[in-house]
């Protein structure tokens, strides 16, 4: 069963069911009105008739016919006395008069036991009302009254009232049920929309946008879904530039090594020095491949690993390390490295993912310099924050590369940097492992004066926190 026809069936199950109440309950209500009404008025007039009798001194023909000729008034209804044998000592009937006959009602002899009664029924096309009470005389039950009414009118109202009911259920069900399959039909149809632009998108398409108009919930369901396919989009794209750029990367090398070794090869009786010189550059090659499989397999791993265990890291031990792995490339260009580190600079971290912060920042610094230029390194905390400020005085970045600077494979100026040996992965390992440990990066940059990148990470919580409080 689809979900229209659920949706239909719902509504039109609710609307019937308040419908068929609507429908009941107001005849019940008039219905169990005019019950109440004619009870209350034959039980009266009942026992108004049984007290005046009650005043002769016996119930018989003669003188109950004398009492209710001086009353005269019955108010429409059947009117029987009977006496003590359940004989009819008086009947108001003219077509079938039971005077002198003995009745044997279960109403009259439920008074004959001192008890009023009062019976109502409603049958198809009238309304039968029966009420008896005793006549005592002397404290001894010596008659009974008994009244009976047939109302047609009343009970052709009562029909009327349920016809024109039901005959409006019947159009408001009509109605109902048209306007349920409209709106299960436009409900359907917005869903499987929906659905079709799931489906493309799965194929492939990550282009297509569900065009659902509206503010309610699937409108909303469907704005999200195009802001994921946007997000695919852009994931997409960057995986497709990704691929390209790795095997553009790759490719340069590779072309290298193989043009060295052809003329290798396919040179006869090539100088040794020459050789060697050829052997080196393939050398160099190889070594520039994997600096390039190093650095895409940190992009990968900064991308995938998310379970890393974090511990603190003293960023000044690591800041350390990296300024003297790097001391040696710097001086070829006579680049002074100056660090100003405080301690007790801890971070929750991996320290791998420190490590890789540090290098590939003040590596950048050095390589994108200038001749006798220097690198500045601050670390300090402020606010429970550890701030590290990377400050060099190179050739700067221009402003409309700033905000691309991070991406993968983007480069500013693409000779500069293949003759630096760079990739354009190392600011994007940055940024994703940054990201990682819950901090905030900085760039700030002005052509011919430098660039100063500053970083922000929330102090550890962890170890040195607790042994304070062991303190």
Do not use: W
Request: charged share 30%; aromatic share 6%; hydrophobic share 40%.
């Amino acid at each position: 069963m689809g979900i229209q026809l659920k949706v239909a069936l719902s509504y039109i199950a609710i609307i019937v069911a308040m419908l068929i109440l609507l429908n009941i309950y107001p005849v019940l209500v008039s219905q169990n009105f005019i019950f109440r009404s004619k009870q209350d008025t034959m039980q009266d007039k009942a026992t108004q008739y049984s007290r005046l009798l009650s005043t002769l001194d016996a119930v018989d023909r003669a003188s109950v016919e004398k009492m209710m000729n001086i009353l005269d008034d019955r108010g429409g209804y059947r009117v029987i006395i009977t006496d003590d044998n359940l004989v009819a000592v008086y009947d108001n009937s003219y077509t079938e008069n039971v005077t002198n006959k003995l009745i044997l009602l279960q109403e009259i002899r439920v008074a004959m036991e001192g008890n009023d009664v009062f019976i109502v029924s409603h049958a198809e096309d009238r309304i039968i009302s029966r009420a008896a009470s005793p006549i005592t005389i002397e404290g001894r039950v010596s008659g009974t009254v008994y009244l009976y009414e047939s109302d047609m009118e009343l009970a052709a109202l009562l029909s009327d009232i349920q016809k024109n009911l039901s005959t409006i259920a019947f159009f408001i069900s009509i109605g109902v049920i048209a306007l349920s399959l409209i709106l299960s039909r436009f409900m359907m149809r917005r869903i499987s929309s929906l659905l079709s632009s799931i489906r493309k998108v799965r194929e492939g398409d990550y282009t297509h946008k569900a065009k659902i108009k509206g503010r309610d919930e699937i409108a909303e369901i469907a704005s999200e879904f195009n802001a994921l396919t946007d997000r695919f989009e852009r994931v997409e794209n960057v995986r497709r530039q990704f691929v390209s750029d790795a095997s553009h990367e790759l490719k340069t090398p590779l072309a290298s090594i193989k043009i060295l070794a052809d003329s290798i090869t396919q040179t006869e009786n090539m100088p040794p020095e020459l050789v060697r010189e050829f052997v080196e550059d393939i050398g160099e090659e190889i070594n520039r491949l994997t600096r390039l499989a190093e650095k895409l397999l940190s992009v990968t791993r900064l991308d995938s690993d998310t379970s890393s265990e974090l511990r603190p890291v003293d960023v000044k031990e690591v800041v350390m390390r990296c300024t003297q792995m790097l001391r040696r490339l710097a001086s070829i260009e006579e680049i002074d490295i100056v660090p100003e580190l405080s301690d007790d600079c801890l971070i929750d971290a991996n320290e791998d993912d420190v490590y890789q912060i540090v290098f590939n920042l003040i590596e950048n610094a050095v390589k994108y310099n200038v001749r006798g230029g220097r690198v500045h390194v601050f670390l300090f905390e402020k606010e429970e924050m550890v701030n590290l400020i990377v400050d060099d005085t190179g050739v700067g970045i221009p402003k409309a590369d700033l905000e691309r600077i991070y991406e993968r494979f983007y480069r500013v100026d693409k000779a500069r940097s293949r003759e630096a040996g760079g990739s354009g992965l190392g600011l994007a390992i940055v940024r994703n492992a940054v990201i990682r440990l819950n901090g905030t990066i900085e760039t700030e940059s002005e052509q011919g004066k430098g660039t100063r990148i500053m970083l922000k990470f929330p102090i550890s919580g962890g170890l040195i926190r607790d042994a304070g409080r062991l303190e």
